[in-house]
């Protein structure tokens, strides 16, 4: 587009056959080439919320005319300049009417990544604002439109980690680094401080597409890479901003690799899946193959029967004294060769019972004890623990029925059912859990829970790897459950209030729902849990637990928020309610059930 080129401007003719005053035609490049290689700009000068009614009915016009041609040419994606003024709403209007007739194409704000910090907020500093709450603002005003995301302009100084943290949970589709952020080492060369480094890695880690925008201002590089391309012979002229491309290629380049597990992981990160129902559904071989590759877990149950074996049965006794082993919820037998490798390196001797009542597992635990030569040591039995009798009394329970929010898929239930074929001095394994929550910012994950047009999904929680996400605040303690039981009395049922306080310097933030997670004590000092600052090393059989909010709430700087969670039990099924009551008050979610609850 010619960037004089105003719409009132324009002498209409008489024909009205006026050509739009476009920079060449769309057969420039091929369309497979407008589509994957070419990102529109849209006119920076445009200002829809202008006071001059010329200015501001010329940027409409301009806008929708530049966003059509974008549309013909098929391009991924727009960029609009940044909002001028702290006023939006008319430009919000605008580009919320344009999404509404796009199928594809996104469209990409840009924002000043700036916010003023605390001390400087008082100083001569009134037209400094936090450009998230601008970014807030406009989105809000859009309604979380799914093809709206934001590029965001980083400058040569940051706000805090925790300010940055923010924008990890929102779209964030592009990062445009301008070459005044960039530093110059000892060779004249541009680089980056350390916080930026750190930006840009976090930056590669969600794929987010790094662009290098302004002028050269570092011409010694250019110089000198002109001088080397010369000596070796080759003519071609180098692009200004190359050293600046050259140094993010090599911060990209020194990243550490993916761990295993996370590769593994990739294709389920930010993929919302609903959890588990193993009482009311038999689990598939598939499931079972996932949850025995996980290693870490298997060596954490070892070292937890192996030290209730040594504590159980003293030096003196290991040849005579046979302790006896139930493991409840077998499934294909993982648990059962743990237990029988912990015999076997404490030297004790061991009658293990595998209650499994899944059918077509069992098939699987029959063929596994004939392949060992177990059948001396391992008996079988087809059954729900709930309601099987035990010929004798068990020393040891073993249980591998935890799920991501610890309780969420009825261990509580099933170890008490179970709980009678424990002796008086019976040692259960895990002993305990505790579910654990935090307040997250995370846009895509609400974005795909609004696609489906329901309340059932709202008040669904569902498991899934995250990643685009913004964690707001320290995690804390919700339910804890402990086996055996001391009372028959005590009811499965919890309630807990939580109350979260962001941090100031984190500015203002959106709570899209809450991440939980688990952390289980198996026997004394054994260990094993996904919450994140205990999490179990390269295990992956559990991903966190996420509990949306049907509308989220936005929280300014420093502010508290107040979560209650219920743990709810009926005849036939378990479930959870949850309702934010500060700053302001949510609607409490899946009341009785309605939506989300794990069978009996």
């Given at each position: 587009?010619?960037?004089?080129?105003?719409?009132?401007?324009?002498?209409?003719?008489?024909?009205?056959?006026?050509?739009?005053?476009?920079?060449?035609?769309?057969?420039?490049?091929?369309?497979?080439?407008?589509?994957?290689?070419?990102?529109?700009?849209?006119?920076?000068?445009?200002?829809?919320d202008s006071e001059d009614e010329t200015i501001?009915?010329?940027?409409?016009?301009?806008?929708?005319?530049?966003?059509?041609?974008?549309?013909?040419?098929?391009?991924?994606?727009?960029?609009?300049?940044?909002?001028?003024?702290?006023?939006?709403?008319?430009?919000?209007?605008?580009?919320?009417?344009?999404?509404?007739?796009?199928?594809?194409?996104?469209?990409?704000?840009?924002?000043?990544?700036?916010?003023?910090?605390?001390?400087?907020?008082?100083?001569?500093?009134?037209?400094?604002?936090?450009?998230?709450?601008?970014?807030n603002s406009f989105r809000l005003l859009c309604?979380?439109?799914?093809?709206?995301?934001?590029?965001?302009?980083?400058?040569?100084?940051?706000?805090?980690?925790?300010?940055?943290?923010?924008?990890?949970?929102?779209?964030?589709?592009?990062?445009?680094?301008?070459?005044?952020?960039?530093?110059?080492?000892?060779?004249?060369?541009?680089?980056?401080?350390?916080?930026?480094?750190?930006?840009?890695?976090?930056?590669?880690?969600?794929?987010?597409?790094?662009?290098?925008?302004?002028?050269?201002?570092?011409?010694?590089?250019?110089?000198?890479?002109?001088?080397?391309?010369?000596?070796?012979?080759?003519?071609?002229?180098?692009?200004?901003?190359?050293?600046?491309?050259?140094?993010?290629?090599?911060?990209?380049?020194?990243?550490?690799?993916?761990?295993?597990?996370?590769?593994?992981?990739?294709?389920?990160?930010?993929?919302?899946?609903?959890?588990?129902?193993?009482?009311?559904?038999?689990?598939?071989?598939?499931?079972?193959?996932?949850?025995?590759?996980?290693?870490?877990?298997?060596?954490?149950?070892?070292?937890?029967?192996?030290?209730?074996?040594?504590?159980?049965?003293?030096?003196?006794?290991?040849?005579?004294?046979?302790?006896?082993?139930?493991?409840?919820?077998?499934?294909?037998?993982?648990?059962?060769?743990?237990?029988?490798?912990?015999?076997?390196?404490?030297?004790?001797?061991?009658?293990?019972?595998?209650?499994?009542?899944?059918?077509?597992?069992?098939?699987?635990?029959?063929?596994?004890?004939?392949?060992?030569?177990?059948?001396?040591?391992?008996?079988?039995?087809?059954?729900?623990?709930?309601?099987?009798?035990?010929?004798?009394?068990?020393?040891?329970?073993?249980?591998?029925?935890?799920?991501?929010?610890?309780?969420?898929?009825?261990?509580?239930?099933?170890?008490?059912?179970?709980?009678?074929?424990?002796?008086?001095?019976?040692?259960?394994?895990?002993?305990?859990?505790?579910?654990?929550?935090?307040?997250?910012?995370?846009?895509?994950?609400?974005?795909?829970?609004?696609?489906?047009?329901?309340?059932?999904?709202?008040?669904?929680?569902?498991?899934?790897?995250?990643?685009?996400?913004?964690?707001?605040?320290?995690?804390?303690?919700?339910?804890?459950?402990?086996?055996?039981?001391?009372?028959?009395?005590?009811?499965?049922?919890?309630?807990?209030?939580?109350?979260?306080?962001?941090?100031?310097?984190?500015?203002?933030?959106?709570?899209?729902?809450?991440?939980?997670?688990?952390?289980?004590?198996?026997?004394?000092?054994?260990?094993?849990?996904?919450?994140?600052?205990?999490?179990?090393?390269?295990?992956?059989?559990?991903?966190?637990?996420?509990?949306?909010?049907?509308?989220?709430?936005?929280?300014?700087?420093?502010?508290?928020?107040?979560?209650?969670?219920?743990?709810?039990?009926?005849?036939?099924?378990?479930?959870?309610?949850?309702?934010?009551?500060?700053?302001?008050?949510?609607?409490?979610?899946?009341?009785?059930?309605?939506?989300?609850?794990?069978?009996?």
């Amino acid at each position: 587009m010619d960037p004089t080129y105003r719409p009132s401007l324009v002498q209409k003719d008489s024909a009205g056959s006026g050509a739009l005053p476009f920079a060449g035609s769309d057969l420039v490049m091929s369309p497979s080439q407008w589509s994957s290689h070419v990102v529109g700009k849209i006119s920076s000068w445009i200002d829809l919320d202008s006071e001059d009614e010329t200015i501001r009915m010329d940027s409409e016009t301009t806008l929708k005319q530049e966003i059509a041609w974008a549309s013909h040419l098929s391009l991924q994606a727009c960029l609009l300049p940044a909002p001028k003024g702290t006023s939006c709403a008319n430009y919000a209007r605008c580009v919320n009417q344009i999404l509404q007739g796009l199928s594809n194409m996104q469209l990409w704000l840009r924002i000043p990544l700036v916010k003023p910090d605390d001390d400087s907020a008082n100083e001569k500093n009134d037209a400094l604002v936090d450009s998230w709450e601008t970014w807030n603002s406009f989105r809000l005003l859009c309604e979380h439109h799914s093809l709206f995301s934001v590029a965001l302009d980083i400058l040569g100084t940051l706000p805090s980690a925790n300010s940055l943290g923010r924008w990890f949970g929102e779209s964030v589709r592009a990062a445009i680094v301008n070459t005044e952020a960039f530093l110059t080492n000892a060779r004249g060369y541009p680089c980056l401080s350390k916080r930026h480094q750190r930006l840009l890695t976090g930056f590669f880690n969600h794929s987010i597409q790094i662009i290098i925008s302004g002028k050269s201002v570092h011409p010694q590089a250019n110089v000198a890479a002109d001088a080397s391309q010369n000596n070796s012979g080759e003519g071609l002229q180098r692009h200004a901003l190359r050293p600046y491309l050259d140094y993010v290629a090599y911060l990209y380049q020194k990243m550490d690799p993916l761990p295993e597990q996370e590769r593994f992981e990739l294709g389920y990160r930010d993929f919302l899946q609903s959890p588990l129902q193993p009482l009311m559904d038999n689990l598939e071989a598939q499931t079972y193959e996932t949850f025995e590759k996980d290693a870490m877990k298997y060596v954490q149950y070892q070292r937890a029967v192996s030290k209730a074996l040594l504590d159980r049965v003293p030096d003196e006794e290991a040849s005579t004294k046979t302790t006896v082993l139930m493991v409840v919820g077998a499934g294909r037998g993982p648990l059962v060769r743990a237990s029988l490798q912990a015999a076997e390196e404490t030297g004790r001797k061991l009658k293990v019972f595998a209650v499994e009542k899944n059918p077509n597992a069992v098939v699987t635990l029959h063929a596994l004890v004939k392949l060992e030569g177990w059948e001396d040591s391992v008996t079988i039995i087809s059954s729900d623990m709930r309601h099987w009798n035990a010929p004798e009394k068990a020393d040891i329970l073993v249980s591998e029925l935890l799920g991501s929010f610890g309780d969420n898929e009825l261990s509580p239930e099933c170890l008490d059912g179970a709980q009678r074929f424990l002796k008086e001095d019976g040692v259960s394994i895990p002993s305990s859990y505790t579910s654990f929550l935090q307040p997250v910012t995370a846009s895509k994950l609400h974005n795909d829970i609004k696609a489906h047009k329901d309340l059932v999904h709202f008040e669904t929680a569902y498991v899934v790897k995250l990643h685009n996400v913004a964690r707001l605040a320290p995690t804390q303690p919700v339910f804890t459950f402990t086996h055996p039981k001391h009372s028959d009395k005590e009811s499965n049922q919890r309630y807990k209030k939580l109350q979260f306080v962001i941090p100031n310097d984190t500015g203002s933030a959106m709570v899209h729902g809450f991440a939980g997670y688990f952390d289980a004590v198996l026997y004394k000092d054994v260990h094993l849990g996904i919450e994140p600052s205990t999490a179990t090393p390269n295990m992956f059989s559990w991903f966190a637990i996420f509990f949306p909010l049907r509308t989220p709430i936005c929280l300014s700087p420093g502010s508290t928020l107040d979560v209650h969670f219920w743990r709810c039990c009926g005849p036939t099924k378990v479930w959870y309610e949850w309702s934010v009551t500060s700053p302001t008050s949510s609607p409490l979610h899946n009341t009785n059930g309605r939506s989300y609850w794990v069978g009996l």
